[in-house]
């Protein structure tokens, strides 16, 4: 106004009581002042009084809410080409997203080519409502909700100019009613003045905040029994709790943003140092769970008393906030909490070994065997049980092993083991060589069978140790048994490999394939 830099059309949004049309009036009032002072209002000259008392002809109100018709807009637009008495023609809409397509588009034309004397107001709580071609031709200007620091000043100006005996416990329950919009916290003040008692107008939850810093059920369900029977309705009390439960929240973590202010503050503040963050935030989630819940409940209150109850006792709720608080209680209350047991991975047990049973020894994991100097260095990885003694010979398990354990398993399986070797045995021990690492981590393949064909013919259980050997690669034959001399036949490949004397006689191109790719391994 103080520069004359006017545009045809605003569009003020925001929550509500945030004076979006207090602020529209404002603007009428400077722009058709007789007397301005420094581009604002001197609220004397008679239009400004006229424009308070809602009788000027320069100001026309319309709630889009109840007038929302096309011909509602047609009159009010079919009157901005007239004439008026003052500077400017002022027409406030209030929640001009209510506004029919029709009607939005009435406005829009006008919008468009609007009158040079007039200027449009419209004022909105869902901007995201209002047509986009509307908001394009308005200057928009966003609204947002008071802190507490500004209602409390607020409410205390209007007291003294209103003349009014409000104590601060008094103001501060009506910013805490008002939850930062102006308009609530003076009707709230103007209630409680009227109603000279704060109990009626907030619950009273210290009650609850004992029960919940002591962990007493009873008080808790007790506090909650005396206040509805004050009359407060369960649902209401969650609400009422969750938002004073809040404000403890925001006290802990951005005090700078809570709205409570003076006693209240501290009083919540030092509620908050009671219960902690973690406790704060469960009961946050908790009460917002049982204000979904009570929505569709025949019950409500039970659902407001099963939540209390939860929080107060974390053995009864699963979540994984409420097991973190019954470790926390416990390291308060100085009893030591031993940590679980880690659960030993699942070990792939290799062939021929029984399930483990509950008092056998767990397996042992890859270590590195010590060998006599003359023998290569074996890496070994053990597993399978050793639950009984079994008297077994090594030639004859060596033999026994050729002749009837692998026959029995799998093709794959036998093309594995004929490379291996039964090193020793030791009771019921037996450690069985390979050539590479690669062939022991693909005995897990055949584990199975193996197992099966072992249990089968020594009849006992055998604790089988895996070793690799790399010596057994480069041997000519595996020491198991003795190379089979096969007649060659027609039409046969025949191979000769004697590095030392020894011969290997492979009648067939994939028995020929299979000695290459398995070195020193014998076909029995």
């Not at 605003?10 to 581009?39: H, M, Q, V, W």
């Not at 802990?252 to 209240?264: G, H, I, L």
């Amino acid at each position: 106004m103080k520069n004359q830099r006017v545009s045809h059309a605003y569009l003020f949004s925001g929550p509500r009581g945030t004076g979006k049309t207090t602020t529209a009036r404002i603007l009428a009032k400077a722009l058709n002042c007789e007397n301005p002072l420094d581009g604002d209002a001197c609220n004397k000259c008679a239009s400004c009084v006229a424009i308070t008392k809602g009788t000027s002809l320069d100001v026309t109100e319309l709630d889009a809410a109840s007038n929302n018709g096309v011909d509602d807009i047609r009159d009010i637009t079919a009157g901005a080409w007239h004439g008026t008495p003052g500077s400017w023609k002022v027409y406030i809409f209030d929640e001009v997203h209510q506004l029919s397509k029709a009607a939005s588009a009435a406005l829009l034309k006008t919008l468009e080519e609007p009158p040079p004397h007039v200027v449009f107001v419209l004022a909105t709580t869902d901007p995201h409502k209002v047509m986009p071609t509307i908001r394009s031709r308005t200057q928009h200007l966003e609204f947002r909700l008071f802190n507490g620091e500004t209602l409390n000043s607020l409410l205390h100006e209007v007291e003294k100019a209103a003349g009014l005996s409000a104590d601060d416990a008094t103001i501060e329950a009506a910013v805490r009613l008002g939850r930062g919009s102006a308009r609530d916290a003076l009707s709230a003040l103007d209630q409680l003045i009227a109603t000279g008692s704060l109990i009626e107008s907030q619950p009273e939850f210290d009650g609850l905040f004992h029960a919940l810093v002591d962990g007493d059920a009873v008080e808790a369900l007790r506090s909650l029994a005396v206040l509805t029977r004050e009359g407060w309705d369960p649902e209401q009390l969650a609400e009422s709790f969750a938002a004073e439960v809040r404000q403890v929240f925001l006290l802990q973590v951005a005090p700078e943003v809570a709205d409570a202010v003076d006693s209240d503050r501290r009083r919540l503040a030092a509620w908050g140092e009671q219960l902690g963050l973690p406790r704060t935030v469960r009961i946050l989630e908790t009460v917002g769970r049982a204000m979904r819940e009570m929505k569709s409940a025949p019950e409500k209150i039970v659902i407001l008393e099963v939540a209390l109850v939860r929080l107060i006792k974390p053995e009864l709720d699963s979540s994984i906030e409420a097991l973190e608080e019954r470790v926390t209680r416990l390291e308060r209350d100085g009893v030591r909490v031993e940590p679980a047991a880690p659960v030993a991975p699942a070990v792939l047990r290799p062939i021929g070994t029984p399930t483990p049973t509950p008092n056998a020894p767990v397996a042992a994991k890859a270590t590195v065997a010590s060998e006599p100097t003359t023998e290569p260095a074996l890496v070994v990885a053990t597993t399978g049980d050793a639950t009984s003694s079994v008297e077994l010979d090594l030639d004859d398990v060596r033999e026994r092993f050729v002749d009837r354990v692998i026959p029995h398993t799998s093709r794959g399986a036998q093309l594995l083991l004929k490379a291996a070797f039964v090193r020793s045995l030791e009771g019921s021990h037996l450690t069985i060589a390979l050539p590479s690492e690669e062939m022991r981590q693909n005995t897990e393949l055949f584990a199975q069978g193996l197992k099966s064909a072992m249990e089968h013919e020594f009849k006992a259980p055998l604790q089988i140790t895996w070793a690799v050997d790399p010596s057994l690669a480069t041997s000519t034959a595996a020491p198991a048994s003795t190379p089979r001399r096969v007649q060659p036949r027609p039409a046969e490949v025949e191979e000769t490999y004697s590095p030392d004397e020894s011969v290997i006689i492979v009648d067939s191109a994939g028995e020929h394939l299979i000695t290459e790719m398995f070195p020193g391994a014998t076909e029995i």
